[in-house]
């Protein structure tokens, strides 16, 4: 979806690297998501936002970081990158209480 | 911790066949339940979703069929066509505005000529 961008599309890091996923959305949602995606483990999240000032730890929020920079934009930070940061990583919006979530094209994060 | 178990986690199906994906629950405040679609290289994308007041929803060739005393719903691909080749993501959301949704582990749906 087009509405909702996320750059870069791939990163390839190493061990101990700090690495910033970015998220950009022009459909004036107010929610947004980070998940993973790993094979056989389906999407797991990560943080959540609310709004700029509201932000919430997911289910495997260890090792990462994010920020609200503004309504349009949510970031996600790996500190430290490690081998098991190596995943699939989408960004996901929606509006107010409503049921459907928008996806990002996803970043494929490989760190050696 | 699984909250939502999904199966088959892979799937091969001849095309006109039918293609039936299961997903299994165990908190019973779950309250929406839907199907995300996703295409190689692509985010997911909702397919269909079903609300626990119903026992099925049928949006051209995919149903939902749900069965809360079982706390299991399925996805049913009718007719199946190449096209529909893709992983499929059962989830499920908690009962207020505020809750998450939590996905099962995917199904990737292969559809043979």
């Known amino acids: 979806d087009a509405d909702v961008t996320q750059t870069p599309r791939n990163r390839i890091t190493k061990t101990g690297k700090r690495i910033m996923l970015e998220c950009s959305q022009t459909?004036?949602?107010?929610?947004m998501y980070w998940y993973r995606q790993d094979p056989g483990l389906g999407l797991r999240l990560i943080y959540y936002s609310f709004d700029v000032k509201d932000i919430n730890k997911g289910e495997i929020s260890d090792g990462y970081s994010v920020s609200r920079q503004a309504q349009a934009k949510f970031s996600l930070s790996l500190e430290s990158a490690i081998p098991n940061q190596t995943a699939l990583y989408f960004c996901?919006?929606?509006?107010?209480?409503?049921?459907?979530?928008?996806f990002g094209p996803g970043t494929r994060l490989t760190v050696l | 911790q699984q909250q939502v178990k999904q199966s088959p986690q892979s799937l091969i199906v001849q095309k006109g066949g039918i293609s039936i994906i299961n997903c299994a629950y165990e908190n019973t405040a779950f309250d929406y339940f839907p199907w995300y679609q996703q295409f190689p290289g692509k985010g997911p994308a909702l397919l269909i979703a079903?609300?626990?007041?119903?026992s099925e929803k049928k949006e051209g060739r995919f149903t939902i069929s749900f069965n809360k005393s079982a706390k299991q719903f399925s996805l049913h691909i009718m007719d199946s066509q190449p096209g529909d080749s893709a992983t499929y993501f059962c989830a499920a959301r908690g009962t207020g505005t505020a809750s998450k949704l939590t996905f099962g582990t995917g199904t990737r749906l292969q559809v043979t000529l």
């Open positions: 079903i609300r626990p007041d119903v």
């Open positions: 996901a919006t929606s509006f107010g209480g409503a049921d459907t979530q928008y």
């Open positions: 459909k004036g949602h107010d929610r």
